[in-house]
């Protein structure tokens, strides 16, 4: 969430980097956020004085009564109770400004930084590294949910008839295979010097406006129907969330951590080639990682991120390439992210495996989310997290990238997690 104090100084650069993100109200988005903010300091000042006031009355009240002056103690109290439902008025007339400035807060999307591509839609985005030879699918290559039926290691009408669409079951080498990604994962993340967390997978309604999910993303979470709680659309919320209204020392910075989580979207609902098989699901397997950072730091801690990640790919030999997005393509709370992509030999075409995103202090507002300097000082920490790796594209890209006449290689990073070579 962007602070109001920021918005009111740079009120010309916010409307600037807003309209970078594509928002073409943001002018009269950020002029009406300004009058609700006026409006609600003229209460607050009336609200203050008015209570000044009838404090200065209690003590008028009280000496009075000293000196037993019952005429002029009575007339003051007239003047009290008055006073009091005017302050009542007043502090519920605040409240509304409050709500009112606070959900106009909430709509307003984080800013891109200024190394962020100006752009509208992915063609805009900037290609900052690229594998150099992508392979061309042989005769007879296949896309990973043909490999899926043909190996019987992926069944995707069994998951339909337990669940529904985009709930796929894992078989027998499959399921392996999926065991092996997220320990392999895991393992090159702690010896990263990321801490392993095993979170909850339900979160409350403060947890997932932390990070902003809500109220921008609450048709895409499910939700329990008789408590407020949602399954997590990532394991970012958790994790995030654990220093929530906290104020860190700075011996703790900067805290890195992972987790492996299933994870839960009600996204997958269009139709078509590019959502087919494992592209798109509605729960899925995702090892992520999430840092708490100094503001000074973060960006450095964004690229070191991004090598990690850049590196699981490499060892498992995929063609991938890093795509910085531009502003019209950022996600709501994000000011800087880097897509990583692998490439897909049997459906020629990329596809998104991470996210890595620099979220500065969007989320750590809205979670009050702060360190103590050396110097004594409480500074709102940045936040950052990224996927590594979201395994349905992984392992789509891994059977169509490695399909041989004899079956599905298995990269030999993995061998030792699968204890097989081959899916025949």
Known sequence: MLEIHYICRYKDTVIQRLQARQMGNAADAVAQLLAIDQQRR???????????????????????????????????????????????????????????????????????????????????????????????????????????????????????????????????????????????????????????????????????YGTGQLPDKEGQMYQLLDQKLYLIPTAEVPLTNLYRQQILSQEMLPIRNVAYTPCFRREAGSWGRHVKGLNRLHQFDKVELVEVVQPQTSYRALETMRSHVEKLLQQLALPYRAVKLCSGELGFTAAFTYDLEVFSVAQDRWLEVSSISNFETYQATRMKLRYRTKSNAIQLLHTLNGSALALPRVMAALLEHNQTEKGISIPPVLRPYTGFDCIT
């Open 42 to 208: 003229k209460f607050q000042e009336c609200f203050d004085t008015a209570s000044a006031k009838l404090h200065q009355l209690a003590k008028q009240v009280a000496q009075l009564r000293k000196e037993d002056k019952k005429e002029e103690v009575a007339t003051l109290r007239s003047q009290s109770r008055a006073l009091k439902a005017t302050i009542k008025e007043l502090g519920d007339q605040l409240k509304i400004q409050e709500e009112a400035l606070q959900h106009a807060l909430d709509e307003l999307p984080n800013l891109p930084h200024p190394a962020v591509p100006v752009g509208a839609s992915a063609s805009e985005n900037e290609i900052v590294y690229q594998t150099e030879e992508l392979l061309q699918p042989t005769e007879g290559s296949l896309p990973h949910w043909e490999l899926a039926a043909k190996y019987d290691i992926i069944d995707f009408a069994l998951g339909s008839r337990v669940a529904g669409t985009g709930f796929p079951v894992y078989k027998g080498k499959g399921a392996k295979l999926q065991r092996a990604l997220i320990n392999f994962f895991l393992d090159k993340a702690v010896r990263a010097g990321y801490q392993e967390i095993q979170p909850p997978i339900l979160v409350n309604q403060d947890a997932a």
